[in-house]
């Protein structure tokens, strides 16, 4: 069982270099979400999907981009990285708005 | 000011000892109310789950939340190396997809 898997885990870039952080459940959850934590800032939201083809932007979407083609995948682009992207990044699902968050292992980016 | 403050620690207390974990909140809106504990390197969990105000128990866990005075709390009875983590507080004005976070708090168990 699976659940939630985020790759890569560890990724370095240098400004302007552009990447994408993949996200895969196999629970069948609708609901997935992106978010950051940096250090002292908790967890803030970047983007969501309610499900295949359905995405919204969360509390700080500014840099990303992303696509939600399938029910099980939901890719997290960054274009033209910059330092204040610095940060581990957190793929999440749950199978109702209502629904327990499922986390992934998180995926630490620095930017140089 | 931060929407949801959590005192970040570090925490460290003995096995056996009981620990109270606390978040603030300034939006008097919020109605659902989180407790997610994360490992080192590790995503968070969901640990605990309120709805309005009052007081929820599993095992050895019990989480209070207090609308009033805008302030939620956990607490761990008989604290063990395991409970090792650092410990987020959530809560959010409906139960959709704008979750507040707090920063989290670290928490040490010594054996």
């Known amino acids: 069982n699976a659940g939630v898997t985020q790759t890569p885990k560890f990724r370095i870039l240098k400004i302007g270099q552009s990447m994408t952080l993949q996200c895969t459940q196999d629970?069948?959850?609708?609901?997935m979400y992106w978010y950051r934590q940096d250090p002292g800032m908790g967890l803030k939201l970047i983007y969501y999907?309610?499900?295949?083809?359905?995405?919204d932007k969360g509390e700080v979407p500014n840099g990303y981009n992303v696509s939600r083609s399938t029910t099980e995948d939901f890719p997290l682009r960054l274009e033209l990285a910059a330092p204040s992207q610095t940060s581990v990044y957190f793929c999440?699902?749950?199978?109702?708005?209502?629904?327990?968050?499922?986390f992934g292992e998180g995926s630490r980016l620095t930017v140089l | 000011q931060k929407e949801v403050e959590q005192d970040p620690g570090p925490l460290s207390v003995p096995e056996g000892a009981i620990v109270s974990l606390n978040c603030t909140y300034s939006?008097?809106?919020?109605?659902?109310f989180m407790w997610y504990r994360q490992y080192s390197r590790k995503g968070p969990e969901l640990l605990m789950y309120?709805?309005?105000?009052g007081n929820k128990e599993d095992g050895r866990f019990t989480a209070q939340v207090d609308k009033s005075s805008k302030y939620i709390s956990l607490f761990i009875r008989d604290s063990q190396p395991s409970d090792s983590a650092t410990y987020l507080c959530?809560?959010?004005?409906?139960?959709?997809?704008?979750?507040?976070f707090g920063a989290g708090t670290r928490l040490t168990v010594k054996p």
């Open positions: 939006n008097s809106a919020f109605q659902y």
């Open positions: 999907s309610v499900g295949a083809g359905i995405t």
């Open positions: 629970m069948n959850h609708n609901y």
């Open positions: 959530a809560m959010s004005v409906d139960n959709n997809n704008d979750m507040r």
């Open positions: 309120t709805y309005s105000s």
């Open positions: 999440a699902s749950r199978p109702s708005a209502a629904g327990e968050l499922f």
